[in-house]
């Protein structure tokens, strides 16, 4: 039986070395996929991962268990992310990855899709996180935790310190962007003429994983 996060946490705190390697495992892609689309440079966000863990590992006799582990760890990765854009003084932008074989990334991701539809939906991802780039960085950080990493309105103000007000306006904000820009690049003028104002709005859809939960703005 799979144990929870919160019976490895208290396995770990008794000094079990092979629970919190349990842990990293289950949390590593997540806190890498976050830092990634936070600040958008592959060695970086493999820092930010590292150091996380790092963190969490030595601050764990200090964990409460007031909020979920996930939730802590979202919070040390959010906080080493902000410090590195401070520090670096730059915006982060994600590069999809250019190496790897498209037919190992059909079988692995839609076994079904096409090599022209996997080119088309990489080519939607990229337009979106192109624009991603351009936000500012609340927005973007909502965005990410919202659409990405399917965290409520509630979860994303705690972590982020804000009102859940705020949150909801940087979201609504930052997708507006994201939709107006969209629908600017000759690309999707192409791929939604005819189709309404339905178009951008399905663009960024496609865009994102299916891992959210749907929440009225």
């Given at each position: 039986m799979t144990s929870t996060d919160e019976e490895l946490v208290a396995r770990s705190m008794r000094g079990d070395a092979d629970s919190f390697n349990q842990l990293i495992l289950r949390w590593?892609?997540?806190i890498y996929a976050l830092a990634y689309r936070t600040i958008g440079r592959e060695e970086d966000a493999r820092d930010v991962c590292q150091e996380t863990f790092l963190r969490a590992f030595r601050a764990l006799p200090r964990f409460r268990g007031q909020a979920k582990f996930s939730s802590w760890l979202y919070r040390i990765a959010l906080n080493l992310c902000r410090d590195w854009m401070r520090r670096e003084r730059r915006t982060g932008f994600v590069q999809p990855p250019e190496d790897g074989d498209l037919m190992d990334l059909v079988a692995a991701d839609h076994p079904s899709e096409s090599i022209e539809d996997l080119v088309a939906r990489r080519h939607q991802v990229q337009a979106v996180e192109r624009a991603m780039a351009r936000l500012p960085d609340e927005q973007r950080t909502a965005i990410v935790l919202k659409e990405y990493?399917?965290?409520t309105f509630q979860e994303i103000a705690d972590l982020m310190d804000c009102p859940?007000?705020?949150?909801?306006?940087?979201l609504y904000q930052g997708l507006s962007v994201l939709r107006r820009e969209l629908s600017d690049t000759p690309n999707q003028k192409a791929n939604t003429a005819g189709a309404g104002r339905e178009g951008p709005a399905l663009h960024l859809k496609a865009a994102f994983p299916g891992t959210r939960r749907e929440e009225p703005i």
């Open positions: 590593e892609r997540p990493h399917g965290l859940l007000s705020t949150v909801k306006t940087r």
